[in-house]
C-alpha cells in the first residue's frame, strides 16, 4: 500500500533563512510525488512535482523539492524564506503501478515564517 | 491547468439538511475526484467520479450519504445528506490532468466550506 508521512506538524523559520519541510513516501512501485501548499482560507495549490528524471525539481513561489530515491525522501525547500510563505503544505504520492487513480495525502505542516 | 469552480463557496447549514455542491471544469475532463478536509486535518478521498458510469466511494463513505452526480465530462454534484456538525468540513473537486508528463497530476478548486449547526 502506498503512504506518505509528513514527520512535522509545524516548521518556524525565521524570514530570510532557508527552510525545509519534510517528506517520506513508501509505495512498491515508482512514485509519482507532489507539493501542494493551502493558502489560509484558500483551496489547495499545486506546487511541483517528480516523476522521472532530474532529482532537484523547481516549482512556484520559488520552492523546489529533492528527490531521494534511497532515503524514499521528496523535502520541499526554499533558500530564502518569506513571511508569505506561511501556509499548510502538504506532500502527496500517487503509486502508478498499484495505487490506481489515488493520490494519497500526508498529514500537512504548517509552516510559519517571523519577520 | 484547468480552472475548476465550486458552488457554494461557503455555507451554514442546519442540522439534518442536505446540501448540494456544484462543481465546473472549463475544459472536458476525465477523472474527478471528490476530497474532504476535517478542520486541521489533511484530505480524505471521498470519491472518484467518471462520467457515464457510478462513482466510486473510498472505504468509509457511501453513496446514501455523498450521493454523487457526472452527467458529463466538465461537471459534477456531490451532495452531503442528513447533515450533522461531523460533516462540518471543507469539501474539494479536483480533477486529473491527463495530459503527457503531467504525471497524472490532480489540480483543486477553492473548496466548499461547510459548517453544520
Known amino acids: 500500500a502506498q503512504s506518505v508521512a509528513q514527520p512535522e506538524d509545524q516548521v518556524n523559520v525565521a524570514e530570510g533563512n532557508p527552510l525545509t519541510v519534510k517528506c517520506t513516501y513508501s509505495?512498491?512501485?515508482?512514485?509519482?510525488l507532489f507539493w501542494y501548499v493551502q493558502y489560509p482560507n484558500r483551496g489547495l495549490q499545486f506546487l511541483l512535482k517528480?516523476?522521472?528524471?532530474?532529482?532537484l525539481v523547481k516549482g512556484s513561489y520559488g520552492f523546489e523539492a529533492e528527490f531521494n530515491k534511497s532515503q524514499t525522501s521528496f523535502h520541499l525547500k526554499k533558500p530564502s524564506a518569506l513571511v508569505s510563505d506561511s501556509a499548510l503544505f502538504f506532500c502527496?504520492?500517487?503509486?502508478?503501478?498499484?495505487?490506481?487513480?489515488?493520490?494519497?495525502f500526508g498529514a500537512g505542516t504548517r509552516l510559519f515564517v517571523k519577520a | 491547468s484547468a480552472v475548476i469552480s465550486q458552488k457554494p463557496s461557503r455555507d451554514i447549514c442546519q442540522r439534518g439538511t442536505s446540501l448540494t455542491i456544484q462543481c465546473q471544469v472549463d475544459s472536458q475532463v476525465t477523472m474527478m475526484f471528490w476530497y474532504r478536509q476535517q478542520p486541521g486535518q489533511s484530505l480524505t478521498l471521498i470519491a472518484t467520479a467518471n462520467q457515464g458510469s457510478e462513482a466510486t466511494y473510498e472505504s468509509g463513505f457511501v453513496i446514501d450519504k455523498f450521493p454523487i452526480s457526472r452527467p458529463n465530462l466538465t461537471f459534477s454534484t456531490l451532495t452531503v445528506s442528513n447533515m450533522s456538525p461531523e460533516d462540518s468540513s471543507i469539501y474539494l473537486c479536483?480533477?486529473?490532468?491527463?495530459?503527457?508528463?503531467?504525471?497524472?497530476?490532480?489540480?483543486f478548486g477553492e473548496g466548499s466550506w461547510l459548517t453544520v449547526v
Open positions: 502527496a504520492v500517487r503509486d502508478i503501478r498499484t495505487g490506481g487513480f489515488k493520490t494519497i
Open positions: 479536483s480533477v486529473e490532468d491527463r495530459s503527457q508528463d503531467s504525471g497524472n497530476t490532480i489540480y
Open positions: 517528480y516523476i522521472t528524471g532530474d532529482n
Open positions: 509505495v512498491s512501485g515508482n512514485p509519482y
